[in-house]
């Protein structure tokens, strides 16, 4: 989130919103004059009722994009509905791959040489909504979660900026078949190999 704030993207951020009062987003964002609101999902019964109240905090902002970023929240179908092709969220892994919570563990338990990040139109099917740019990086021998986090996330600040920029720009949507249309892109050709091959 604070890597976003710093992206100079062309969009006014109209709210930072957490369902964790200590999250420190918040403190973050309210330091930097944005505003700030917190719909804490321990204070109501169900999803349903959950997702209602966030969706009320974002539509009094008229938020035209909703960025998760570290939200851990499960979210129903209506509430994805009403943002369908307004909401992304970044995903530590090549997805399909890795799906939900400890990327990082399931890929070094698999074994994989190359693992990274998503920014993905987020769908009702949890880590499945279509794929609108990933970056891979090289797993190396000693990695731990933490080592192969930390090269992931520097990935991460480097996609998801651009990914809203496009979004910004109009340049990315999602068509009515759910797939991801990118407009004037750059087109990496080359092969991304680790460990590399022999000279
Ligand atoms: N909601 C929908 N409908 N679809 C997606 O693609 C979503 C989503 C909500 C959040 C982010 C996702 C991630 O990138 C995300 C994508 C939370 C969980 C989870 O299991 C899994 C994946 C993601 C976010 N949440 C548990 C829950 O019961 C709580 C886990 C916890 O609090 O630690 O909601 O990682």
């Given amino acids: 989130m604070e890597a976003l704030l710093k992206a100079g993207l062309p969009a006014r951020i109209c709210a930072v919103i ?13 330091a930097q004059g944005i505003p700030t609101a917190v719909v804490d999902h321990k204070a109501h019964a169900t999803r349903e009722a959950f997702d209602a109240a966030l969706a ?53 338990a698999a074994g994989v040489r190359i693992h990274g990040c998503t920014v993905h139109f987020v769908t009702p099917q949890l880590d499945h909504g279509p794929v609108i740019i990933q970056a891979a990086v ?12 930390a090269r992931v996330l520097g990935e991460e600040h480097r996609i998801y900026p651009q990914a809203l920029r496009w979004l910004c720009e109009d340049r990315v949507t999602m068509d009515a078949g759910g797939r991801v249309i990118i407009r004037d892109a750059v087109q990496a050709s080359g092969a991304l190999r680790s460990p590399a091959t022999d000279a």
Wanted: no cysteine; glycine share 8%; hydrophobic share 45%.
């Fill in 18 to 30: 957490s369902n964790d009062p200590a999250a420190k987003g918040l403190a973050t964002a309210a």
């Fill in 56 to 108: 009320q905090a974002i539509d009094a902002h008229r938020a035209d994009l909703v960025v998760l970023a570290g939200f851990m929240r499960i979210l129903t179908a209506d509430f994805v509905g009403r943002y369908r092709g307004r909401m992304v969220n970044i995903h530590p892994s090549l997805l399909p791959s890795f799906t939900g919570l400890h990327t990082h563990r399931q890929a070094l």
């Fill in 138 to 149: 090289p797993v190396l021998p000693g990695d731990t979660e933490e080592t192969l986090a």
